[in-house]
């Protein structure tokens, strides 16, 4: 089973924020990387610049231009004094006349705040006028730039509005040279984007490139753009490190949140997204360019409401068109999760974008017949999704992992992820997939999972009857050795609607029952892996099953000897028994088709050990006997025998490690030896230990009667061993000491002695040896 890991969030509580602690679910492979607070601007504020007060002048009523006096207040900023170490300053857009400021394109400086006040909106011109301007950085200018500066920040509770209406419904040059709204470019670092609401952009709202040492900050603001032409305004851009998104609401016309870059040297890492709600938007994606790396990426209590995509990768590689550039994106984290009414994909991941777009409605062929790509192959490695729960509506995917076959997605966790969606979980070229304790819920009829080159497991901590379904080509790919999947199932049932899904496997089961639907023909190379214990483990086939391939065993927990099916079929047997690979130390195994639908395998014990410590200890007519129990012993056998060192005769087999033997004769030696036993074996015999009864202890009378001058005397059998003693003192003397053993009386129970007359008295008695 999959061991628990935890991974614990720091506390982050920028300029103004309460502290946030976050803490990441368990349960997973792979942990996550602790990211350090970004570092905030320090900008001067005793240095305030109202844009309307003299010389500045602005005014706000909505027409007049206002980029002259902007600037001039920006570069007045700029200059501030230095303060208790502190530089520049804030320029003020004040709520004044209507509260709405035109502009033309503005360059920032470094250590300046532009701080819109609640009831402000600083709006770009229209695009009428945007057309008339010089170019800046793209075909048109964007509305603030800024590039390789230090200590910037906008804030308030204004807004920032690109009228971006007529930009949405141009064509030509015009639609292709949008420019950017916010464009941080350059390297600029120790950003900070707080308080503001910002919507409408021509294009990308925020977009920051090349922003190596970032310390990047937006928090507690607000995007919000949900025209439905809105096309390519991005939420927020980024491509950067050591970078926070908080408590921030974002609605866009694209991604909510793009991370991604394809300049190879332009990478993104250490980058946490934490309470922030997307509505409108594409959801928050890495790509379409990776030749930038992405790692390091923490998205957490995060909600998805109505976006197309909630959590999104897309990429391909470099031969597949001049964008797209793929790269790696790895060591990423999404937890504690809520989506609900996701238009297209709750999860997707995929490496064909260029060449497929969105991929709702890849199949496994279409998957399996891609060419090999050459240059900037995608990779997404390294992968926790946990503790999400999403509703996908009608039209949409539960997810899509469709990598690339010469670089598959590996190591993909999915934790207590909750699912429901009108269509399947598609799974192409990828390894190490692993859903714990999960819920994939299509409608009825519906399968769980399509796959194809698909190395899957299904988890769960304690056995469910959650089925999962699968499916995936209907005939193998003729020469391709990447035609079958591998699976897994623990504590989990599972059920295969195409039998050629796995082809040569290996299938593993552990404490699951996985059902094939139809016919199964196990090749010479498929391999079959069980983990056997105390749950049923097997593999269910409705119908004909044809027999072959290599069959490995390990222990679960309660595996011990006994008789385990490990497949059932409905019609046919066929075929040849599978070989047995590897199997737990110690136990010996059998194959066996006898019973009726069933493939079982036998598991005998491990031979018992040798008894130890057999003692032998003598007691009134019977020897107790006495040994220390041995390993893998089902019961004993008692040999004894009155020869030393045998041979021996088995005289008892019992469960115990005691026996009373009673069936001995006083005075004569018993040897004895014991063996364990069990349904695989005996053991050899213990060493031999040995006894002889002692009689009774009790005293008794001498019988006697007088036979041809001869007293004949006798006592009780149970008396053997005792000794006969004679004195023959005058009866006038009675009894003296000088007792005298009568010969030949010692082990017997009978004996004569000759009747003397000049004795004149003769006294008898037995002593107890």
Known sequence: MIPANKAMMSQYHPRGCAPL??????????????????TLPNINTNNIITITNAPYNAVGDGSTDNTLAISNAIVQAAKGGNTNGLFGGTVRIPASGTGVFLCGPLTLKNNVDIQIDAGATLKMQPLSVWQNLPAQNQSYGNLIYATGLTNLEISGSGTIDGNGADWWNSSGSVYSGRPY??????????????????????????????SGDGNITFQNMTINTTAFNAANTDGIDLVGTNSL?????????????????????????????????????????????????????????????????????KSDDQASGSSGAGGIAQNLSYLNIGMTNIVDGAIVIYSYY?????????????????SVGTTNIPIWSNIV??????????????????ARMETPATNIVFDRVNISGPQPFDIYNASGIQFIDCQITPPAGTNTFVLFNAQVTVSNSVPTSTLFTLDGLTTNVTGSALSGSTLAFYNAQASLQNTNLFDNGPVTVGASTFTVSNNLALFSSTVLNYALGTNTTTIAVATNLALGGTINVSGGNGFTNGTYTLLTYGGNLS???????????????????????????????????????????????????TWSTSTNAASYNLKRSTTNNGPYSIIANTATTNYFDTAVTNAVTYYYVVSATNTAAESANSLQASAAPLPS??????????????????????????????????????LGTNWVTVPNSTNVIQTNIVINPTNGAVFLRLIYP
């Open 21 to 38: 602690l976050t803490a990441a679910a368990g349960f997973f492979l792979l942990a996550t990387t602790l990211l350090a607070a970004p």
């Open 181 to 210: 709204m916010i464009f941080f470019n350059g390297n600029c670092k120790q950003v900070l984007v707080q308080g503001v609401t910002v919507q409408n952009p021509p294009k990308m709202h925020f977009v920051f490139k090349g």
């Open 245 to 313: 998104i908080q408590n921030c609401t974002i609605n866009a016309g694209d991604d909510n949140i793009a991370l991604g870059s394809s300049t190879a040297s332009a990478y993104s890492a250490n980058i946490l997204v934490t309470n922030c709600t997307f509505g409108v938007g594409h959801g928050v994606s890495i790509g379409s360019n990776t030749a930038g790396s992405v790692s390091n990426l923490t998205v957490i209590n995060c909600t998805f409401n109505g976006t197309d995509y909630g959590i999104r990768m």
């Open 354 to 370: 260029n060449e497929y777009g969105t991929p709702t409605g890849i199949t496994p062929l279409i998957a399996s017949t891609q």
């Open 385 to 402: 999704i946990s503790n999400v729960t999403a509703t996908v509506a009608n039209g949409g995917i539960s997810g899509i992992i469709w």
């Open 575 to 625: 075929g040849n028994l599978p070989a047995l690979g590897t199997t737990p130390a110690g136990y010996t195994y059998s194959l066996k088709t006898n019973v009726a639908g069933q493939v079982n395998l036998i598991v005998f014990p491990p031979p018992p050990g040798i008894p130890t410590n057999l003692v032998a200890s003598p007691t009134n007519l019977a020897i107790n006997l």
């Open 697 to 734: 202890s009790v005293p008794t009378n001498i019988n006697f009667q007088i036979i041809s001058g001869q007293m004949q005397l006798s006592w009780p059998q149970d008396h053997l061993g005792w000794r006969l003693q004679v004195q023959t003192n005058n009866l006038s003397k009675g």
